[in-house]
């Protein structure tokens, strides 16, 4: 990871210079976001932008559960179509998200309570931690080492391994050392163990920053913002 104060990620590609030139040449943060590492502020849902050109079924997002759903598919579209893990993975995140909101759903409503019902407990899903599916985090020599996923929590980056029965190359052993050695937490997490225990077998796994996530926010916010659609009509693009 650069030491730099801040540094961009592509995500949703196998391809990270491709990513970078499609996102200078459209002129919008497309498959790459840019993070600030003096920015104390979590990456989180609601925090866009979002290319949805290559999101099947868009339609119009117009409650809380419609738009989670969109950000689902979304993150799954941004998966390897054949990697079935990454897409277990999402489908158990979600589910830990809405695990946590139905725990502590009495406290989450009477804080909510005061506003007459211009906001519904659920509307804290997109305080969530925003995971980069098939994140490609950037080095100091200028190359790139791809995860499954990767988080920034305000404090540092937590970049997921969906692990396998299969040992790791010494290549690979050597790219997350180099990740840990530059300060990335790395999140094993077993695929078999994953597809069995879904979200209940990623909550032991994640770290404070993860739990709690309305903590630190005023109140819900969107990702949905007046033009955040606009993508809808241009043509398909994928890496």
């Not at 104060?5 to 002129?27: C, H, L």
């Not at 919008?28 to 949805?52: C, E, M, T, W």
């Not at 929590?153 to 050392?177: F, H």
């Amino acid at each position: 990871m650069p030491t730099g104060p801040s540094f961009i990620i592509p995500f949703g590609t196998a391809n990270p210079e491709k990513a970078m030139a499609v996102a200078v040449r459209d002129g919008r943060q497309a498959n790459v976001v840019s993070i600030d590492a003096n920015d104390a502020k979590p990456l989180r849902l609601h925090h866009g932008p979002y290319d949805f050109r290559a999101t099947p079924g868009l339609g119009t997002a117009s409650d809380t559960e419609t738009r989670l759903t969109l950000l689902h598919d979304h993150l799954h579209a941004l998966c390897d179509l054949w990697q079935k893990a990454q897409h277990g993975f999402i489908d158990a995140y979600f589910g830990f998200i809405h695990a946590a909101l139905e725990h502590d759903q009495n406290a989450l409503t009477t804080e909510l309570a005061d506003y007459g019902g211009l906001y519904h407990y659920r509307d804290w899903a997109f305080s969530a931690l925003r995971p980069l599916p098939r994140a490609q985090i950037p080095t100091d020599d200028g190359t790139f080492i791809a995860m499954d996923f990767a988080f920034w929590t305000g404090s540092g980056l937590v970049a997921v391994d969906l692990t396998s029965v299969q040992t790791p190359t010494k290549s690979r052993r050597n790219q997350l050392a180099t990740l840990a050695q530059n300060g990335v937490a790395i999140i094993d997490v077993e695929s078999a163990r994953l597809a069995d225990g879904g979200a209940a077998y990623l909550e032991t796994l994640l770290p404070d920053p993860f739990h709690h996530f309305w903590q630190g926010e005023v109140l819900p916010q969107s990702p949905f913002k007046p033009n955040i659609m606009d993508a809808a009509g241009d043509d398909g693009v994928r890496f």
